[in-house]
């Protein structure tokens, strides 16, 4: 069984602050996708990498694949109100996904 | 929103009833997933199809039956329904090049 792990499971910070979650696993993957998901609502994507160490930028969200496919993170540059919710990460091998358990954010003003 | 959409959208019901939920695709994708989600915790595999009437299990298969009799169409059905398959149902579908998995609205069940 592959696992995902996330961190922080919960992060509460100021607007403006910039902030970074990971998602870990010892398994390779071959690719990988970040969702956002709010409350009452399904996860939507965000983005999806697919080659070693390859970086996504989304305005001021930045992703990183790591360079073994194992990992990634998500950094977010002067986080504001909007951006509250669950952040997961799903790892995807031979048409099946694995998920990870999720980083709630929350961002007060 | 890659054309899903899940009936009902919530539904109460009491233990030992059968419970069947649907999910419904515009786009002829052939990978269909069903996946249930509890406070907290990210989303785990039910079952999922690859094609008509080809299904396979997934992580958390103990309880569940799945259906899938034409392509848009994915059933997930509870025989008897037990207090611990309360949760949010979501189904998804693979698209895409990177074959990403994209989400219906999900399905809210209580299991009194």
């Known amino acids: 069984t592959q696992l995902l792990e996330q961190s922080p499971q919960f992060l509460s910070i100021q607007e403006g602050e910039n902030l970074t979650v990971y998602c870990n696993s010892s398994?390779?993957?071959?690719?990988l996708q970040w969702y956002r998901q709010e409350p009452g609502e399904g996860p939507v994507l965000l983005v999806t990498?697919?080659?070693?160490?390859e970086v996504k930028k989304l305005k001021r969200l930045t992703f990183q694949f790591g360079d073994a496919r194992k990992d990634s993170s998500l950094h977010i540059t002067a986080a504001q109100p909007g951006d509250t919710g669950l952040y997961l990460c799903?790892?995807?091998?031979?048409?099946?996904?694995?998920f990870g358990d999720g980083t709630t954010l929350t961002v007060k003003p | 929103d890659a054309g899903i959409t899940q009936s009902p959208r919530h539904k109460v019901t009491e233990t030992g009833t059968p419970v069947t939920l649907r999910c419904h695709q515009t786009?002829?994708?052939?990978?269909m997933y069903w996946y249930r989600q509890d406070p907290g915790h990210g989303l785990r595999l039910i079952h999922y199809?690859?094609?008509?009437?080809?299904?396979d299990k997934g992580e958390v298969s103990d309880g569940y039956s799945v259906s899938r009799s034409k392509t848009e169409d994915f059933l997930l059905t509870l025989e008897s329904a037990t207090s611990s398959q309360t949760s949010v149902y979501f189904c998804?579908?693979?698209?895409?090049?990177?074959?990403?998995?994209?989400f219906g609205p999900g399905t809210r069940l209580t299991v009194l």
């Open positions: 199809s690859y094609g008509v009437k080809d299904t």
């Open positions: 398994s390779v993957f071959s690719s």
């Open positions: 990498v697919v080659t070693g160490g």
């Open positions: 799903a790892g995807e091998y031979a048409g099946k996904s694995t």
């Open positions: 786009e002829n994708h052939r990978y």
């Open positions: 998804a579908i693979l698209a895409g090049a990177s074959d990403t998995q994209y």
